[in-house]
């Protein structure tokens, strides 16, 4: 399973990502983890990170690609994995499909945890205290001003990603404001359709489901849904139990998330 969370910062990513890490048994792979170890080891991409961070911008696309892409070559990877905090901007994206493209990989799914911004520094804060009782250090882009800052940063050069997954057909919407159960209930329905999407072959149609299809085309207009069809609630084409077809790719649409 290869999955990505997107969501602005505190919308519950990393809760997620553990629950589905420990789950699937496949990788969450962080940019924000891989990042904050290379500011603690004091590393070359440490040290151009850390102030970027600090302030709570984003760290330039060819350092966080670099990561990606020689984290994606290592062999525990091909169990599948969670990207949490990556791509966060569209050529992020683009490269990404370019390197799974290239080991002839895609994604299963992209989930957009979606959230109001008057909650996140709530939870921000909370992550902060939480962090704070476990006697761990807390984070330093876990305060007001950063937060703005890292909010900025994702309605200008994240949410158009829901856009470009939504175009590919890839993308879920969830309500990020869900309790934690309720929001991997949530994600759990979609990776079980996903995952029963994905295996089945879609089957060619058989003979009389040709003629249905003929018959339900002949009474409509052209230009017009098969109302008939619908408003007597029998099985179309396609919708009976145990046959598999390509989703329809979302339409592109204006999200709140896609402010900015
Ligand atoms: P996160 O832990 O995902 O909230 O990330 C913390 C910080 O790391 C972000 O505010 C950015 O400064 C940096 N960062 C993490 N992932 C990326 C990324 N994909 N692109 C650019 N910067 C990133």
Known sequence: MRLILLGPPGAGKGTQAQRLVNK??????STGDMLRAAVKAGTP????????MERGELVPDDVVVAIVADRI?????????????FPRT????????AMLGKKGLGLDRVIELRVDDGALLNRIEKRASDTRARGEPVRADDNPEALKKRL??????????VGYYARKGKLSAIDGMASIPQVAVAIDGILGKAAGGGKKVPKPPSRSSKTARAKVKSRVKPGRKPKAAKKSGKSVVGKKKGI????PKAPARRTRSGRG
């Open 24 to 29: 699937h048994k496949i990788l969450q792979l």
């Open 45 to 52: 991409v440490g040290l151009k990170a850390q102030g970027i």
């Open 73 to 85: 070559d290592q062999p525990d990877v091909k169990k599948g994995f969670i990207l949490d905090g």
């Open 90 to 97: 569209v050529p992020q994206a683009e490269a990404l499909d």
């Open 152 to 161: 900025d940063a994702y309605y200008a050069q994240t949410a158009p990603l």
């Open 244 to 247: 598999s077809r390509p989703r």
